[in-house]
């Protein structure tokens, strides 16, 4: 069942669920950033649109840096521009920005430690017919790796919002991953967000047979002897998911839900800092850990949650991700099935984590 | 109003007390480079002048200062060797150059030494630093910002592209208070500039991207002058100002020699040949 906590979307399991763009949620939030801090500028490297940065450019025109096709330059500018006190946010496709400037970034912004903001747009295979130049499936690896960076892996527009609203407020590098289609929105205004803290989105129900008997019981035996409270099972499994995976890892757990398996779920939206108490909370009750990511899985969000566990709590993980390839064109969804991170591909994976279980 | 011979004077002893300075510390770090920092000293001289930036190295963040962003970090110890003669630390601190726990990195961190504007060392994008500065100036202050922000790099590092994505946006928005400084000594590690990747005709490479150009003799004090006076006086451009130096200015035995680019003196002889040109 969803966490009745996460204050979830109640139409996530429906056919009809609303759906959005996480990119267009990132240009919603940065126009919130801006109206709450006059210091918050905006840089885009030829793909204002797309990029979703078109509002702010018409909302603050002055404060709007149009850089042509120059990633390069877009990292280094923005390093300069935080040296004077602006918050500066930069956009282009995250095979480009972080992709292509990786070392801009790392030499003027990570170790120079400027507050620079750093959204890419169009990550995962889900950029579909564009092809495998232009879907990043490295991003996180290599934002992650740098001191300093935070990286953020909104799992929708609301949530991407606001993750865009709380990087501005920090004092460091961020990295806000961003995905081109519409996905199903998961959460609401009313989930909480905080960077650096994971959240439990799916949780094992309490059995109906359980929950009918504890009823019965407390009737019979009411005033006599102490009301029995229904428990809920332990969950066998962990499901940590980012992006918009995260939707289809809640699928996935529903299902095997009904096949009678507990399971839970985690939106890991900050892949750095990683909320390790939480991880290493969730593999010893579980006992065995899937990773859920459009991404690469090797230097991901997958390899952050095993050096964590590895350390802290080892259990068996089971790794969701592209599998040491590169992309191509197709539909998002077509890609997604191609490169096993559907949502059987998921149950698969959680079958077998819990059967290497020692 | 140009520089008293007085003033020339001054400046020329400063400058040679930088060059012994920075020689010294070469050799009590035992690595680092010798050719940049020994032919920039008489423009970083001049930039740490009253006639140069604004400045107060009492007070490092004062923030009316100008800015300079050093991109060729590897020239550093002109740098660290000009702020310590110009007040901003202790003269005893240059001699830990490039040593354990020392502010004074190999290639300039801002964290470590709080008094620089940027870190730098990977080349190339020193100059887009500078024109984020003024970008953001401008934001603050619109285009009469008297502030001017100073670039300085090195003629080998214009091979990266990333200078040029900056020079073409710098032109694009008409950065006028930007000040670019090109350390025209025409070498690199590899050899002399025009062998490894021709860079001339540079003047006209830098009026393409829509920049005032001017030239100047890095070595001579009034020329040095004449060149940051015209580029202050630019309002609607940014402005480059092509430094012709020698490499390894004040060592006569190094001068010119791109193998002195990235080494210091090292053997008792060379040392001694440094020490003896300029400690005369």
Excluded at chain 1, 5 to 29: C, H, M, Q, S, Y
Excluded at chain 1, 199 to 224: C, D, L, M, T
Excluded at chain 2, 15 to 25: C, L, N
Excluded at chain 2, 113 to 140: F, N, W, Y
Aim: glycine share 8%; proline share 6%; charged share 25%.
């Amino acid at each position: 069942m969803l966490n009745p906590a996460a204050k979830l979307n109640p139409k996530i399991f429906d056919k009809d669920v609303e759906l959005g763009e996480i990119r267009t949620g990132f240009g919603d939030g940065l126009i919130a950033a801006a109206d709450a801090d006059a210091k918050v500028v905006a840089l885009c490297a030829d793909l204002t649109d797309s990029t979703r940065m078109e509002k702010f450019k018409q909302r603050f025109p002055t404060r709007f840096i149009e850089m042509g096709v120059a990633e390069q330059n877009l990292a280094a500018v923005a390093s300069g521009m935080a040296a004077m006190g602006k918050i500066p946010f930069i956009t282009s496709y995250a095979m480009f920005s972080p992709g292509r400037n990786w070392e801009q970034i790392r030499t003027t912004i990570a170790y120079n430690n400027r507050p620079v903001k750093i959204a890419g747009s169009h990550a995962g295979v889900s950029v579909g017919p564009d092809g495998g130049t232009h879907q990043a499936i490295e991003d996180i690896a290599i934002t992650r790796v740098m001191p300093r960076m935070v990286v953020i892996s909104p799992c929708d527009a609301i949530e991407a919002r606001k993750a865009t609203i709380a990087a501005a407020k920090t004092n460091t590098p961020v990295y806000i991953r961003l995905a081109r289609e519409k996905t199903p929105i998961i959460t609401t205004e009313l989930t909480p967000f905080e960077i650096g803290k994971a959240q439990i989105y799916f949780q094992p129900a309490i059995p109906k047979y359980a929950a009918e008997r504890a009823v019965a019981h407390s009737r019979k035996f009411r005033g006599i002897i102490k009301e029995e409270k229904p428990k809920a099972p332990k969950a066998v499994v962990g499901i940590v998911a980012t992006g918009a995976l995260v939707h289809k890892a809640i699928m996935a757990a529903q299902s095997l839900e009904k096949e009678g398996i507990p399971v839970k779920v985690m939106n890991l939206a900050t892949v750095k800092p990683l909320d390790e108490e939480a991880l290493w909370t969730l593999a010893n009750e579980t006992g065995a850990i899937v990773t859920v990511e459009e991404h690469q899985v090797h230097g991901g969000m997958g390899s952050a949650v095993a050096e964590c566990l590895a350390k802290h709590a080892p259990v068996p993980i089971e790794f969701i991700g592209v599998q040491d390839q590169f992309g191509q064109s197709g539909t998002p969804a077509e890609l997604i099935e191609l490169y096993g991170m559907g949502v059987d591909h998921i149950i698969a994976a959680a079958k077998k984590a819990i059967l290497r279980k020692k | 109003m140009s520089l008293t011979d007085e003033q020339v004077k001054k400046l020329e002893k400063k400058a040679h007390d930088i060059r012994v300075s920075i020689i010294e510390m070469l050799i009590e770090a035992k690595s680092g480079h010798t050719a940049g920092p020994l032919d920039m000293a008489d423009i970083f001289t001049y930039l740490y002048c009253p006639a140069g930036m604004k400045y107060d190295a009492k007070k490092p963040d004062w923030p009316e200062r100008d800015r300079l962003v050093l991109s060729n970090g590897h020239i550093c110890p002109v740098l660290y060797a000009t702020m310590a003669h110009s007040g901003y630390f202790p003269m005893e601190r240059l001699k830990t150059l490039r040593k354990l726990g020392s502010p004074l990195q190999g290639h300039p961190h801002r964290e470590w030494l709080p008094a620089l504007e940027t870190s730098s060392g990977p080349l190339g994008c020193g100059l887009s630093q500078a024109v984020g500065m003024v970008l953001a100036d401008r934001i603050d202050n619109g285009r009469t910002a008297s502030r001017r922000i100073f670039a300085l790099l090195g003629d080998g590092e214009l091979d990266e592209g990333n200078n040029w994505e900056a020079a073409m946006l710098a032109g694009k928005e008409k950065l006028g208070p930007l000040i670019a400084i090109v350390d025209r000594n025409n070498i690199q590690i590899d050899g002399f500039t025009e062998d490894i990747m021709p860079l001339e005709p540079l003047a006209d490479k830098w009026r393409a991207f829509g920049w005032h150009v001017t030239e100047c003799d890095g070595h001579n004090f009034r020329d040095i002058d004449r060149a940051v006076g015209e580029a202050r006086a630019v309002f609607d451009k940014p402005s480059v100002i092509l430094a012709r130096t020698i490499a390894s200015k004040g060592v006569p035995e190094f001068e010119r020699h791109f193998e002195w680019h990235g080494k210091p003196p090292t053997t008792p002889e060379e040392i001694a040949v440094a020490r003896k040109a300029l400690h005369n």
